[in-house]
T-cell receptor, first 112, second 114 residues
Framework: SQQGEEDPQALSIQEGENATMNCSYKTSINNLQWYRQNSGRGLVHLILIRSNEREKHSGRLRVTLDTSKKSSSLLITASRAADTASYFCATDLLTGRRALTFGSGTRLQVQP | DTEVTQTPKHLVMGMTNKKSLKCEQHMGHRAMYWYKQKAKKPPELMFVYSYEKLSINESVPSRFSPECPNSSLLNLHLHALQPEDSALYLC?????????????FGPGTRLTVL
């Protein structure tokens, strides 16, 4: 079953603008991860944030986590056409199940 | 080598055929996964193998049969599939070392069932 809902479902911006995607989840987590998927391809891991962390940066990516609100956001700064892809949050639940549950995804289109 | 490979890239099969999907990784990972993904949807977990033992089966129909011959290989045997089984099948692997697990995905097999 789907653990996370992402918002917005689709986002279209111009190159150079920032893109923000939000993820909400329902149950307690060990960590939350963000993945990118180019059309019809495999997923690529972007960043992992642990439940005791509030913010993490990696290059042009900034992820925040608010466990009290059960939500996370992914910010991509200075977007490029190559950032066009679907972005999924994935939660590692506090159940010891060793499996990720993916959110519904945000389709990002960056116009050159 | 941080690559997960999957073969074939595309597969078209009839409902009476038997086929297999293959996945391979050489990162020393001890957990391997099969996901099914329909268009514009997130990946849905099917099976998890941990240390070559099936640890999770997400109530997948028996027409899908996973196999883990060794720690580097993962197969998905297909038999008597339905057209609604057409999807992108993704394989992934992770360390399964007890800490947070990043998963590495293969490019997927695009399956069409006629």
């Amino acid at each position: 079953s789907q653990q996370g809902e992402e918002d917005p479902q689709a986002l279209s911006i111009q190159e150079g603008e920032n893109a923000t995607m939000n993820c909400s989840y329902k149950t307690s987590i060990n960590n939350l991860q963000w993945y990118r998927q180019n059309s019809g391809r495999g997923l690529v891991h972007l960043i992992l944030i642990r439940s005791n962390e509030r913010e993490k940066h990696s290059g042009r990516l900034r992820v925040t986590l608010d466990t009290s609100k059960k939500s996370s956001s992914l910010l991509i700064t200075a977007s490029r056409a190559a950032d066009t892809a679907s972005y999924f949050c994935a939660t590692d639940l506090l159940t010891g199940r060793r499996a990720l549950t993916f959110g519904s995804g945000t389709r990002l289109q960056v116009q050159p | 080598d941080t690559e997960v490979t999957q073969t074939p890239k595309h597969l078209v099969m009839g409902m009476t055929n038997k086929k297999s999907l293959k996945c391979e990784q050489h990162m020393g990972h001890r957990a391997m996964y099969w996901y099914k993904q329909k268009a514009k949807k997130p990946p849905e977990l099917m099976f998890v193998y941990s240390y070559e033992k099936l640890s999770i089966n997400e109530s997948v129909p028996s027409r899908f049969s996973p196999e883990c011959p060794n720690s580097s290989l993962l197969n998905l045997h297909l038999h008597a599939l339905q057209p609604e089984d057409s999807a992108l099948y993704l394989c992934a692997s992770s360390q399964d070392g007890g800490g947070p697990d990043t998963q590495y995905f293969g490019p997927g097999t695009r399956l069409t069932v006629l």
